[in-house]
Nanobody, 122 residues
Framework: VQLQACGGGLVQAGGSLRLSCAAS????????MGWFRQAPGKEREFVAA????????YYADSVKGRFTISRDNTKNTVYLQMNSLKPEDTAVYYC????????????????WGQGTLVTVSS
């Protein structure tokens, strides 16, 4: 599976962005999908994940209520809608695919996209 993330950019605090991650191959629906982020000088952290069917989603406490993960298996795409953005959301955001049932650790993900930069100005 190859993943291509896009949609990052510069936005003011309080604004919104929607990230997309397109997957190649015909097995997209076999993978749970996740979003992670890495801010400068910090370790990569979990942001959100969604199960294969899209029925369940999981979020980091820091983004709960502001971010929404979704997927469209007919388009092989996963999305991250980010609202009420804060300067601390500034990071490179990565999408990833996992065949496991564990979503919070990056170590359980099999495939990664190249990342897209989100910058939130105060």
């Amino acid at each position: 599976v190859q993943l291509q993330a896009c949609g990052g950019g510069l936005v003011q605090a309080g604004g919104s962005l929607r990230l997309s991650c397109a997957a190649s191959g015909r097995t997209f629906s076999s993978y749970a999908m996740g979003w992670f982020r890495q801010a400068p000088g910090k370790e990569r952290e979990f942001v959100a994940a969604i199960r294969r069917s899209g029925g369940w989603a999981y979020y980091a406490d820091s983004v709960k209520g502001r971010f929404t993960i979704s997927r469209d298996n007919t388009k092989n795409t996963v999305y991250l809608q980010m609202n009420s953005l804060k300067p601390e959301d500034t990071a490179v955001y990565y999408c990833a695919a996992t065949a496991s049932g564990s979503y919070y650790s990056g170590a359980t993900y099999d495939y990664w996209g190249q990342g897209t930069l989100v910058t939130v100005s105060s």
